[in-house]
Nanobody, 124 residues
C-alpha cells in the first residue's frame, strides 16, 4: 500500500482546506482509512477515520463539526475537508490505512501503512 497526502498549506484562522490522500495497493483486508496529525513537540493524534466499505465516519471531539472525512472508492482517495480552522490545528497531517478492528481506529497502533504527511499551518 502506498499513500500520497496532499493539500496542505498556509491559511488564516477561520479558513478552510481540503486534504487528499491517494491510495494505491489497497486490498480486501483494508478496513479503514484515517487521518492523524502531529504538531511540533507533540505526539501523533487521531483526527478522523472512515470505514472503507460502508463509509461510516469517526471523529476526534476537537474537530467534530468542523472537519469532514469522505472517500471516493472509484479513485481510491480519501479527503479531509477542514473548515473553521484554528491555530491549534497547525500540524503535519498524515493518512493511514487500517486492517484492524473498529476499536483500534482511533489509535496510531491500529494503522499499518502511513503516507508522508502534508503540513497545515493556520495563522492567527
Amino acid at each position: 500500500v502506498q499513500l500520497q497526502a496532499s493539500g496542505g498549506g498556509l491559511v488564516q484562522a477561520g479558513g478552510s482546506l481540503r486534504l487528499s490522500c491517494a491510495a494505491s495497493g489497497l486490498t480486501s483486508s483494508t478496513r479503514a482509512l484515517g487521518w492523524f496529525r502531529q504538531a511540533p513537540g507533540k505526539e501523533r493524534e487521531f483526527v478522523a477515520s472512515i470505514r472503507w466499505s460502508g463509509g461510516n465516519t469517526y471523529y476526534d471531539g476537537s474537530v467534530k463539526g468542523r472537519f469532514t472525512i469522505s472517500r471516493d472508492k472509484a479513485k481510491n482517495t480519501v479527503y479531509l475537508q477542514m473548515n473553521s480552522l484554528k491555530p491549534e490545528d497547525t500540524a503535519v497531517y498524515y493518512c493511514a490505512t487500517s486492517s484492524s478492528i473498529l476499536s483500534t481506529w482511533t489509535s496510531v497502533s491500529g494503522y499499518g501503512q502511513w503516507g508522508q504527511g502534508t503540513l497545515v499551518t493556520v495563522s492567527s
